[in-house]
């Protein structure tokens, strides 16, 4: 059983991943360290992240939007 967990940690899988549970499940190892350093950011720092990463959301909302016209 320990072999089969280590072998999932080095594929960087996590428990809650496997079983669909958490908050997190959904999203994959490397996203969820890049949230947690953001949290751990000042606040304006957070802000000025978080500013960036709408606005990137928003322009690939749009031409994905377009492209279906």
Excluded: C, W
């Amino acid at each position: 059983m320990s072999d089969e967990v280590a072998n999932f940690a080095e594929r960087e899988v996590s428990l809650d991943f496997l079983v669909g549970e958490g908050m997190n499940a959904q999203f994959d190892k490397k996203t969820v360290n890049r949230l947690q350093e953001i949290q751990n950011m000042a606040p304006d720092i957070k802000s000025h992240l978080f500013a960036i990463i709408d606005s990137v959301i928003r322009d690939y909302k749009t031409q994905q939007s377009y492209k279906t016209i």
